[in-house]
């Protein structure tokens, strides 16, 4: 849903889907871009961003609050009172958005290639472009 990393208070929007939204038996999918997409450690390798988790200028200009990793997102939808029954990844992806924008304008990618992508999260979901939980309200 690409939300929580803009909330001031994530853990307190969290809190109130467990408690007052979530029905008994629902199931609420959390999905968030990744601090450790491979795309954000290249940055860090060439000094773009301090570190994986910073938040770039061109994020905050977005309302970007913070970036997630997995155990971040799991530890904020625990304190919130949510019970993770999976966590994974959507898509490895090496490259910023700006060059996907570009290299999906040409033919060098194929469909064999995106479908490797998203194979080769399956198996590194740590290393995908987004994370996400499945959640259910805790008991």
């Not at 290249?42 to 155990?71: Q, S, W």
Request: net charge neutral; glycine share 6%; aromatic share 8%.
């Amino acid at each position: 849903t690409h939300v929580l990393e803009h909330l001031d208070d994530p853990v307190l929007v969290l809190k109130r889907i467990n408690d007052e939204w979530l029905a008994a038996g629902g199931r609420f999918f959390l999905v968030c871009p990744n601090a450790n997409a491979p795309s954000r450690q290249i940055a860090v390798k060439m000094g773009l961003i301090t570190h994986n988790a910073a938040v770039t200028p061109a994020e905050a200009e977005h309302g970007h609050r913070c970036t997630y990793t997995l155990d971040t997102l799991e530890r904020d939808a625990v304190a919130a009172g949510l019970k993770v029954v999976h966590r994974s990844g959507i898509f490895f992806k090496a490259l910023a958005n700006f060059q996907w924008d570009r290299l999906l304008q040409t033919d060098i990618i194929t469909e064999a290639y995106l479908e490797g992508c998203y194979k080769l999260g399956q198996q590194y979901p740590d290393l995908c472009s987004s994370i996400f939980l499945m959640c259910e309200k805790r008991k």
